[in-house]
């Protein structure tokens, strides 16, 4: 991925790509003139509102079950930054620096389709929290689909609350000082316009895709070592077969799995040793690449909401001639699916890998050394991590539940039909937490069954990949602490742009 210096928000869709990019790699966000312009626009017309007198959701009524609440004049301003106190109310853990960024990016985004009504100097502040390295303490737990993540976002900007910022967490007043900047007096629907829509589960979402479309090229490079390990039948994934049912993902793996094994002496002895592999063995083309499609599939649902404008009410029109229009575009339920879709395909990466390394420390079916170890019985060997991808695939069943068929009822009966699309995308990240830790584990298994293996040659890149992993792990001769191994393993599966360096071809 390119760790870009600048992104610009214009007229033509962002992708996840940018969204991580600002997020996790510290990208400046700016927005173009344009973008500006359509803000303005829309700021306009609020204020055309204000002055006519005519009521309208959020802008001079109160919220929720509280929409036929008339209010005027500075009660504008105070019903704003009361609207973010009183959302701000999550519990739990704080979210990483990371996911915070991703989801005001998110939201500026949102902000940036002109169709909101916030005043422009909020989205300037909001772009100065980024820019800056200011970011809110957002706890994790509390979110139907928006409304306290945001709220927690958005009472940093007040100088409420507490921020990371270099590396330590101080109050938000405090940070804005020490950056000279000054916290951001509301106005007319800024308070709602900062708790509505979309941005929390779709910025989750935008990291999770990242981490995902990683870890499926990661799970290619293991299971071709796991499969040569095991002296796979490779006419399994015989380029004519892989054909004949054509899921596009299914191409993509066949063909991975072709390259890395390229000219190994150990596939191509053991031609005829068996009629056909375990299924965890021969149907990693199916399995991966099924995985691979849905993740196409999410990326457009996750993009789409990315780039649409999620606010209620919308504001259409210009000043002289315009359409307030109370709706449900907040409502998640595209990316909800999406990332709940997505963690059961990234569970069952896990689950499949699970099956695979079992069957590398079992000497029944292995045909190696028991628990990969030179001197099993004074050794336990590799025994014991097989347990540990036991109990993270036993999790990951659990998190691939889907979040979005919760449902409750909040606001007095207004908000009865919920998308649950924040949790779907949290426990999203969870699963591929999980998934990392057991690739790690197959990897590092995989990598011991080559040290049995290596009078023969292996493929062009199951090779390459063995290697790299001796460059940082050590060959397992005798009983030693594995927790290290394992942490090591999986800080080289999260190095960014590692596997795209020494497998370049690989898709």
Known sequence: MSQAKKIVIADTPLHWQDVVAVARFGAELALSGQAWARIDNAQSIVQRIVTGGERAYG???????????????EQLSQLSRNTL???ACGVGAPLTDEQTRAIICAAILNYSQGKSGLHPQVVHSLLALLNHGITPQVPSQGSVGYLTHMAHIGIALLGVGNVSYRGQIVTAQAALAAEGLQPVV??????????????????LSCLALADAHHLLQWADVIGAMSFEAQRGQIDAFDEQIIALKPHPGMQQVGSNLRALLAGSEVIAASRG?????????????????AARDQLEHATRQIETELNGA???????????????????NPHGQSVALAADMLAIAMAEIGSIAERRLDRLINPHVSGLPAFLVSNPGVNSGMMIVQYVAASLCGQNRQLAQPAVLDNFVTSGLQEDHLSMGTN???KLHSVLANVT???????LLAAQA??????????????????LLREHVPAYEQDRWLAPDIATTAKLLNTPDLLNHVLPNLH
């Open 424 to 426: 779907a995308a949290l």
């Open 437 to 443: 830790q057991i690739l790690a584990i197959e990897y």
């Open 273 to 289: 040793i068996r009629t056909q592999d375990a299924l965890s063995i021969r149907s990693i083309p199916q399995v991966h690449g």
């Open 59 to 73: 802008v001079n009524t109160g919220l929720g079950a509280l929409c036929n609440v008339s209010l005027k004049g």
């Open 186 to 203: 509301l106005g007319a629907k800024d308070g709602l316009c900062l708790v509505n829509g979309t941005p929390c589960m779709s910025g």
């Open 85 to 87: 106190l009183s959302h």
């Open 450 to 467: 080559f040290e049995f293996l290596k009078h023969q040659g292996f493929g062009a890149g199951t090779h390459v990949a063995w290697r």
């Open 310 to 328: 999620t606010d209620n009410p919308l504001l259409l029109g210009t000043p002289d001639n315009y359409r307030v229009v109370s709706q449900a």
